[in-house]
C-alpha cells in the first residue's frame, strides 16, 4: 500500500500561486496513475486533475488553463501548480494514488493539506 504525504499548502491572495507537493512511498510510484482532489467546507470531494503513467493529463472544468499537475517518477511526487487563485479554490486538497483498473477516487489518499485563498 502507498503511502501519501501533501505538503505547499497555505494562505495566498486571489491571483496568486502556490505548488503543492505529494510525495509517494511504499510502492512502485510508476505504477500508479496520480491525482490531486479538493473538498471544501460543506462540499463533496472533487477531482482537481489526474496525470497518468505515462503523464497524459486531464483537469477539472474549474481549474483548467490555472493548475497544472506533473510528476517526477524518479522522486516518487506528484506536483500541482496553481495560478490565478481565486476564493472558490478554498479546499483541503488530496493526493490520491490508484493503479489502472481502479475506479476514480478510489486507491491510497494522503492526509491533506489546506489552501485558503482570501484578502
Known amino acids: 500500500q502507498v503511502q501519501l504525504v501533501e505538503s505547499g499548502g497555505g494562505l495566498v491572495q486571489p491571483g496568486g500561486s502556490l505548488r503543492l507537493s505529494c510525495s509517494a512511498s511504499?510502492?512502485?510510484?510508476?505504477?500508479?496513475?496520480m491525482g490531486w482532489y479538493r473538498q471544501a467546507p460543506g462540499k463533496q470531494r472533487e477531482l482537481v486533475a489526474h496525470i497518468s503513467r505515462g503523464g497524459t493529463t486531464g483537469y477539472g472544468d474549474s481549474v483548467k488553463d490555472r493548475f497544472t499537475i506533473s510528476r517526477d517518477n524518479p522522486r516518487n511526487t506528484v506536483y500541482l501548480q496553481m495560478n490565478r487563485l481565486q476564493p472558490a479554490d478554498t479546499a483541503v486538497y488530496y493526493c490520491?494514488?490508484?493503479?489502472?483498473?481502479?475506479?476514480?477516487?478510489?486507491?491510497?489518499w494522503g492526509q491533506g493539506t489546506q489552501v485558503t485563498v482570501s484578502s
Open positions: 490520491n494514488a490508484r493503479t489502472v483498473g481502479m475506479a476514480i477516487g478510489t486507491g491510497s
Open positions: 511504499g510502492g512502485s510510484f510508476i505504477n500508479y496513475i
